[in-house]
């Protein structure tokens, strides 16, 4: 079966840093692209960021371009989100996603283009 489980989130302050971690079980994890999504209070799940299986390839929100990075490691079935420079609009429930290379229709930015979800984790920052 399938799971993917996000950890890493917590309370950090304006300006800090945090590293998600999305570990994978159940699935070829190098046929997946991966994809982090955030959804705060109010508001709808947006895009984050998405990483191909061939790892080159990232796409990234416009909103964390250059202070958000993806990542991953296909030898620990581990997608990661490094997030510098966190300000107050950063803080939500962030989701890991994956779809296998066979469903996908690339648009990775899409979130009804994944097909697996965790559960989340929270990041909280404070001023």
């Known amino acids: 079966q399938l799971q993917l489980v996000e950890s890493g989130g917590g309370l950090v302050q304006a300006g800090g840093s945090l590293r998600l971690s999305c570990a994978a079980s159940?699935?070829?994890?190098?046929?997946?692209?991966m994809c982090w999504f955030r959804q705060a209070p109010g508001k709808e799940r947006e895009f984050v960021a998405a990483?191909?299986?061939?790892?080159?390839?990232?796409y990234y929100a416009d909103s964390v371009k250059g202070r958000f990075t993806i990542s991953r490691d296909n030898a620990k079935n581990t997608v990661y989100l490094q997030m510098n420079s966190l300000n107050d609009e950063d803080a939500a429930v962030y989701y890991c996603a994956a779809v296998p290379i066979e469903y996908s229709s690339g648009r990775l930015k899409d979130e009804h283009e994944y097909h697996y979800w965790g559960q989340g984790t929270q990041v909280t920052v404070y001023s």
């Open positions: 159940g699935l070829t994890f190098n046929s997946y692209a």
């Open positions: 990483i191909r299986w061939s790892v080159v390839t990232t």
